[in-house]
């Protein structure tokens, strides 16, 4: 089977998991680098181009989720609340038909 992992993707998606739970504070590109096990110079490259489309924001020199992965979420939430309904009003049509 190919391979098609790249390794500076991969240090993109490092980087975005990073974050997670640091909405708040954010961290600082030292912190990242050092939890990633990325030199600070990638790091900084990264999170501006993830700056550039929304997924990351700085606030002074701390760095968070931007809007772009909280639109997804939110997005991923309402598509499962969808699903959720769905499932629940199937099975109600089934246990009042029994």
Known sequence: MADYT???QQR???ILASLTGHELDGLTITQI???TESSAVQVTRDLYNLELQGFVEREGDRWRHGKA???MF???SAS???SIEKTL???LRVI???
Do not use: F, G, P
């Open 6 to 8: 790249n390794a500076s």
């Open 89 to 91: 009003a199937e099975s």
């Open 96 to 98: 009042k038909s029994s």
């Open 12 to 14: 993109v998606l490092t």
């Open 33 to 35: 680098a050092l939890m």
């Open 74 to 76: 939110r997005a991923y």
């Open 80 to 82: 499962l609340k969808m």
């Open 69 to 71: 992965v909280l639109d």
